[in-house]
C-alpha cells in the first residue's frame, strides 16, 4: 500500500473506473475496508476476548470459586463404573421410560465425577438430571437463580459471531467477514512492494506513520486474518449457502429436521414397535473403549426398549491429545442393542459424514483455537489484537489523509460525511473498548440475585456503547478522543481496586493463592488501562505540536 497508497490517492476519489488495475483495488481496498471497519474492529476484538472465554467467566463468577475449593475437599463416594451405569439406567426407566432418547453421564475421565442423564422431554428439548454416586438417587437442584447471574465471557462469543442478534446477526457478520476478505485481496493487490513496507515504519511523519503502523500489523499477521476470517465464514456455509440443502430436502421444518437427523445421526435406524429391554451397557462401554482407545464420556442410546435401538459410545479428549490434533471431536464406537455388532467407529480427531464434514470440523478447530494449548491461545489473542488494529488504523488513516484537504467524495456533504466517520472512529474504537472493560464493572456493581442479571450486565455494555457514540458525536473530535481514552484508562486501572473492594480479592492475593486465570484478566486489563493512558499523552503532546496550524484546518479531524 504505502506509496503505491498514495499515488492512487486520486483513483480512491474518481471511482474505481478511473486508473488501472492496482488503482482500481486500490479504490476498493478503501471504501470496503472504511464502510466494514467500524463492525470488523468490533467483531474482531471480541473475537480476540472470547480466546479467553473460560478465564473471564472465572473471574466474573468469584462465588464459585469457594464452591470450586468445596467440591475438591469433598471426600468422593466411590461407586464402580457398572453400577453407575446401572443407576442410571434405572432413573430413566423409572422417570422417562418414553422418551426417545437416553444419553448417560457416568463418570469423569478417571472414573469419579458426578453422575449425569439426559433426555429430550415431550417439547424435544433437551432435559437433564443429576444422581448422587452414594446410591443413584436423584439430587435436587435448586431451582433459584444463581447469586450472580452472568453470561461471562460467552457474551464475547456470542457478540463476535451474532451480535446478539440470531440468524440476523450472523448474516451481518458473515457479509462483514467476506468483505474482509475483498479487502485483503485488493490490499495485497495494490500493494506493490508488500515485504519492503513490512520492515518500514516512519514515526511521527504524521499520515506516513499511520500507514506505515496498518501495513506492518496487516503483513505481518495476513495468512493469521485470511484464515481467521475464511474458517469463520466456512463454519456456516449451511447458513450463508442453504440452495443445496434446499434443493435436495426441502424448506418444511420435518425437511429441516431430517436433514439434521442425516447430517448429524447417520445411520439412525426406525422405530420397530417390537419391544426389547435395554440391555445390560458395561459390556459395550468397555469395547467401545478399546475400539477408539479413550475412557468413556458419554452413552447414548436411541429408541430404548425398541428392538431396533443402537448404543453409542462416546470418549473423553485428554488434554494432551487435544494439544497435537485439531480434529475437536472424540471418538466414538455405535453398536446395535440387539445383536451387539459394531455399525460405527470413529477414531478421535474424525467425523462422521465423510471428507466434507472433516474439513468442515478442521476449520471450526482452527477458528476456535481448541488445540494447541495456552501457547496458541496466547498467540491467537495477540495476531487478534493486530487484526484489529489493522482496522483501527486505516479507518484513521482514512481521515488523517483528509486533514488538510477535503477530496469531496461525497459533494456539498463531504464535511458532514467526514464529521459522522469521525465519530464512529471514536465510538468504534475507544468507545467499544470502554464499552467491554464496562461489562466487568458491571458484574461488580450490578445487584446480586435480581432477576435477569446477566441482561442487566449486557445492558451496561450496550448503554455504555451507545453513550460513547453519543458523546463522539457532540463533542469536538480531538476531545472526545482524550475524554474516552481517559474514561478508559481510568476504568482499566481502577478495575482491581473495585474488585478488591467487593469480593475481598486482591491482584497480589489472586497470584500468591495461584489463581492465575482471574490475575491473568486483572493484568490485561491494567496492561490496556498503561495503554490508553500513553495514547492519551501521545496525544495532547501532539495537540500542542500541531497548535499553530489548526486554524488552516477546514474540519477538525483527529488523532
Known amino acids: 500500500m504505502s506509496d503505491q497508497h498514495e499515488k492512487s490517492a486520486k483513483s480512491t476519489v474518481n471511482g474505481a473506473g478511473s486508473g488501472g488495475f492496482r488503482q482500481a483495488h486500490a479504490w476498493l481496498h478503501t471504501w470496503c475496508g472504511l464502510w466494514f471497519s467500524w463492525l470488523l474492529f468490533a467483531v474482531f476484538l471480541t473475537g480476540t476476548l472470547a480466546v479467553f472465554e473460560d478465564p473471564i467467566t472465572h473471574w466474573m463468577t468469584p462465588e464459585h470459586h469457594a464452591e470450586e475449593a468445596a467440591e475438591h475437599s469433598k471426600p468422593q463416594p466411590v461407586a464402580s463404573l457398572s453400577q453407575r451405569l446401572a443407576w442410571g439406567v434405572d432413573y430413566m426407566r423409572e ?112 499520515q506516513r506513520s499511520w500507514l506505515d503502523a496498518h501495513n506492518v500489523v496487516a503483513v505481518l499477521t495476513l495468512p493469521f486474518q485470511f484464515m481467521i476470517a475464511y474458517t469463520g465464514l466456512a463454519i456456516s456455509a449451511l447458513t450463508f449457502m442453504p440452495a443445496g440443502v434446499v434443493a435436495h430436502y426441502g424448506v418444511q421444518n420435518a425437511d429441516r429436521e431430517r436433514f439434521s437427523t442425516e447430517l448429524n445421526e447417520p445411520g439412525k435406524p426406525a422405530v420397530s414397535g417390537q419391544f426389547m429391554a435395554v440391555p445390560e451397557l458395561e459390556s459395550f462401554v468397555l469395547r467401545g473403549q478399546q475400539l477408539m482407545g479413550q475412557p468413556v464420556r458419554a452413552v447414548v442410546i436411541d429408541h430404548p426398549g425398541d428392538a431396533s435401538a443402537r448404543i453409542g459410545v462416546y470418549g473423553w479428549n485428554d488434554e494432551e491429545s487435544t494439544l497435537r490434533r485439531i480434529g475437536p471431536n472424540s471418538g466414538m464406537a455405535m ?127 450496550f448503554a455504555l456503547w451507545a453513550l460513547s457514540l453519543v458523546h463522539a458525536l457532540c463533542r469536538p473530535p480531538r476531545s472526545a478522543w482524550k475524554e474516552q481514552l481517559a474514561a478508559l484508562a481510568l476504568l482499566c486501572l481502577l478495575l482491581p481496586v473495585l474488585n478488591a473492594i467487593t469480593t475481598g480479592a486482591f491482584l497480589f492475593s489472586q497470584m500468591l493463592h495461584g489463581d492465575w486465570e482471574s490475575a491473568g484478566v486483572e493484568m490485561v486489563v491494567v496492561a490496556t488501562g498503561l495503554l490508553a493512558l500513553a495514547a492519551l499523552r501521545w496525544q495532547s503532546g501532539l495537540a500542542v505540536s500541531r497548535a499553530p496550524a489548526t486554524n488552516r484546518v477546514p474540519t477538525e479531524v483527529n488523532p
Not at 428 to 447: E, H, K, Q, S
Open 95 to 206: 422417570h422417562h421410560l418414553t422418551a426417545s432418547m437416553w444419553e448417560l453421564w457416568p463418570a469423569d475421565a478417571q472414573g469419579a465425577g458426578e453422575l449425569r442423564v439426559f433426555w429430550f422431554d415431550a417439547n424435544k428439548q433437551y432435559a437433564a438430571a443429576q444422581l448422587s454416586t452414594a446410591d443413584g438417587k436423584p439430587i435436587e437442584v435448586s431451582k433459584a437463580p444463581p447469586v450472580r447471574g452472568t453470561q461471562g465471557g460467552h457474551h464475547f462469543v456470542t457478540f463476535h459471531y451474532e451480535l446478539h442478534a440470531g440468524t440476523v446477526g450472523l448474516w451481518i457478520v458473515g457479509i462483514a467477514a467476506l468483505a474482509m476478505l475483498v479487502a485483503l485481496v485488493s490490499g495485497v493487490i495494490t500493494h506493490r512492494r508488500i515485504f519492503k513496507d513490512f520492515f518500514t515504519f516512519r514515526p511521527r511523519k504524521g
Open 335 to 461: 453398536f446395535s442393542a440387539a445383536t451387539g455388532e459394531v455399525l460405527q467407529v470413529r477414531q478421535p480427531g474424525g467425523a462422521d459424514g465423510g471428507t466434507a464434514t472433516l474439513a468442515q470440523s478442521v476449520m471450526g478447530g482452527l477458528h476456535m483455537v481448541r488445540f494447541g494449548g495456552w501457547a496458541l491461545q496466547w498467540l491467537y489473542f495477540i495476531c487478534g489484537l493486530m487484526g484489529a488494529v489493522m482496522m483501527a488504523t486505516g479507518a484513521i488513516l482514512f481521515m488523517v489523509k483528509r486533514r488538510h484537504k477535503h477530496l469531496g467524495e461525497f459533494g456539498s456533504a463531504t464535511v458532514r460525511v467526514y464529521r459522522l466517520i469521525e465519530g464512529l472512529n471514536v465510538a468504534a474504537i475507544a468507545g467499544l473498548t470502554l464499552a467491554c472493560v464496562g461489562y466487568l464493572w458491571g458484574n461488580r456493581l450490578v445487584p446480586l440475585g435480581i432477576a435477569h442479571r446477566g441482561d442487566w450486565e449486557l445492558g451496561v455494555f
